[in-house]
């Protein structure tokens, strides 16, 4: 069974500040994906990245950051000088890879920026 | 091009009452599903279809609900009688047939049952 754990239910900075969002995730599988999903206030989910099993590089894509340890089980992001726009909840994600099968999500974690 | 449209965004219904949930999802996906989130929970898969068959419907809670995806575009799941535990926001999502990769989700439906 899979299952992804966001310990964190919400978290409150100001802008500027940095913050880093919790993933630890369970599989039985030994190829995998990982996402991270952002849920504006407007309900969609907007898709941020997906890693897969195979590569621990980290990823940088401007003020997101992403640290995936396999030893760890753990697929952790972080946003650099954080901005009110960021204020959303964030959902971690995990899918098998090699089938169009289902994604197990965390329960989000919600991130208030304010000024 | 058009994303993945849910319609009602939002719907308030009485215990017992039936409500019809839609989804359209990116044209050329073969691969539509639905998720529910109850409130402050984690967001929990109910089934997939490819095209109009029903890959896999091990989520659906019980038999009020039933999706169906006549003619494998869009995508209908009713709720029939509504209990208070079916409030929640109902995600559609969809992706291409190979599936390797992205869902493209819809903005969500929320449901009231009061």
């Known amino acids: 069974a899979q299952k992804v754990t966001q310990a964190q239910t919400e978290i409150s900075v100001v802008e500027k500040e940095d913050v880093t969002l919790d993933c630890v995730y369970e599989?039985?599988?030994?190829?995998?994906?990982l996402f991270w999903y952002k849920q504006p206030p407007s309900g969609e989910l907007v898709f941020l990245i997906r890693?897969?099993?195979?590569?621990?590089q980290n990823e940088i894509s401007g003020r997101y950051s992403w640290n995936f340890q396999k030893s760890t089980s753990s697929f952790n992001f972080t946003i650099t000088a954080s901005q009110v726009v960021d204020s959303a909840v964030y959902f971690c994600?995990?899918?098998?890879?090699?089938?169009?099968?289902?994604?197990?999500f965390g329960t989000g974690t919600r991130l208030q920026v304010t000024l | 091009e058009a994303g993945v449209t849910q319609f009602p965004s939002h719907s308030v219904i009485e215990k017992g009452q039936t409500v019809t949930l839609r989804c359209d999802p990116i044209?050329?996906?073969?691969?539509l599903y639905w998720y529910r989130r109850v409130m402050g929970k984690e967001i929990k898969f109910l089934l997939h279809?490819?095209?109009?068959?029903?890959?896999?419907e091990s989520g659906m809670p019980n038999n009020r609900f039933l999706a169906e995806r006549t003619g494998g575009t869009y995508s209908t799941l009713k709720v029939q009688p509504a209990e208070l535990e079916d409030s929640g926001v109902y995600f559609c999502?969809?992706?291409?047939?190979?599936?390797?990769?992205?869902?493209?989700f819809g903005e969500g439906s929320r449901l009231t049952v009061l």
């Open positions: 999502a969809s992706s291409q047939l190979s599936g390797a990769g992205e869902l493209f």
């Open positions: 599989t039985r599988d030994t190829t995998y994906y």
């Open positions: 890693r897969n099993s195979f590569d621990e």
């Open positions: 994600a995990l899918k098998k890879i090699g089938t169009a099968s289902k994604l197990t």
């Open positions: 044209s050329g996906h073969d691969n």
């Open positions: 279809f490819v095209k109009e068959s029903k890959q896999d």
